[in-house]
């Protein structure tokens, strides 16, 4: 009688709800009034995410805080916007954190996607900033893109005791050696995968052969059979079929406008991945040189890897801008 209580009580919730239950959902998102509608467990940010949301007239207070804060601090104009920029995306996620029980996810400059010295000199700024705003490193997860020197910062900080969100992952060799460099959090990008794939081969794809679902597929069952600690969190989304096909994966991060979509469907929801039913996996050993060669022999990879740090190189071009 329990179990057909509780299973009607499941039938009850929205897709959203019961994605919950199994699955740790993080807003896709700088808006932060999304955020508190949808009650995520974690938030990630980037570049692109941060202009949108700043052109809010409700986050204006935030730029003029960053701004003000950096003339504060910094003689120069050029120093001045560095810090700007960085106390400004600090700024939104202690915005962020003070409404969900979480992490969130802050990235550094793309341009730094091929400097390990860069990337983690910039990782303990941001970290240095959330200290000074009285958030600890536990919160915060650095993102970084998943390039081999990337991947080499994040080792580094993990090491240090700074957790690493490794983005812009379309490769799964670029998942095996995150996960031997002892990183947190790895997020393949399914949207991104879909779009490449549905471009090039000019073919539909049902959830079950869309090519970013089966990548995260890939990522998680590898992830979970050799035991690693690092989580997948499927990322990029195009529809909430992609989501639904991978319910029960350690995190999905999503977009507003797809939670939405989650919230209002009162369909059954199954569970699709499991950790106690992964097939055999066969381990992949690394170096630089293995690594640089997979992701070259996968063009998608290639395209899409470059393609998402000029973009995010970009926007974070034009929120400089904004800001000056």
Excluded at 143 to 154: D, L, N, P
Excluded at 293 to 298: A, G, I, S, V
Aim: net charge negative; charged share 25%; glycine share 4%.
């Amino acid at each position: 009688m329990l179990d057909e209580k509780f299973c009607n009580s499941i039938r009850r919730m929205n897709q959203l709800e019961q994605l919950k239950r199994m699955t740790k959902v993080v807003a896709d998102t700088g808006d932060i009034d999304a955020i508190a509608q949808y009650k995520p467990d974690d938030a990630t940010t980037n570049p692109t995410l941060i202009l949108k949301a700043a052109s809010l007239p409700q986050y204006q207070s935030l730029i003029h805080s960053a701004i003000e804060w950096a003339k504060r601090y910094h003689p120069d104009h050029d120093t001045q916007l560095h810090w700007a920029v960085k106390k400004l995306l600090v700024n939104f996620g202690v915005k962020i954190l003070e409404i969900i029980p979480g992490r969130v996810s802050t990235e550094v400059d793309a341009r730094l996607s091929f400097d390990i010295d860069g990337t983690v000199h910039q990782a303990h700024e941001l970290i240095e900033l959330y200290h000074q705003a009285g958030i600890g490193r536990e919160r915060v997860l650095i993102k970084i893109a998943s390039t081999w020197e990337g991947i080499q910062a994040a080792n580094i900080l993990e090491e240090q005791g700074i957790h690493c969100n490794l983005t812009l992952m379309f490769e799964f060799a670029q998942a095996v050696a995150c996960a031997d460099a002892g990183v947190s959090l790895v997020s393949p990008f399914v949207g991104r995968i879909y779009d490449w794939h549905q471009k090039n081969e000019a073919k539909d794809f049902t959830a079950e052969t869309d090519p970013g679902v089966l990548s995260v597929r890939k990522i998680y069952d590898y992830l979970h059979y050799f035991n690693y600690p690092t989580t997948a969190m499927g990322a990029s989304f195009r529809n909430i079929d992609q989501i639904r096909a991978l319910a029960g994966c350690d995190c999905l991060t999503i977009s507003p406008p797809l939670l939405q979509e989650l919230q209002n469907s009162q369909e059954d929801l199954p569970r699709r991945l499991r950790p106690d039913s992964i097939p055999t996996q066969k381990k992949l050993f690394l170096n630089e040189k293995e690594f640089r060669w997979y992701l070259n022999e996968n063009a998608m990879a290639t395209e899409k890897l470059a393609e998402g740090i000029r973009l995010f190189s970009r926007d974070l071009r034009q929120l400089e801008v904004n800001i000056c």
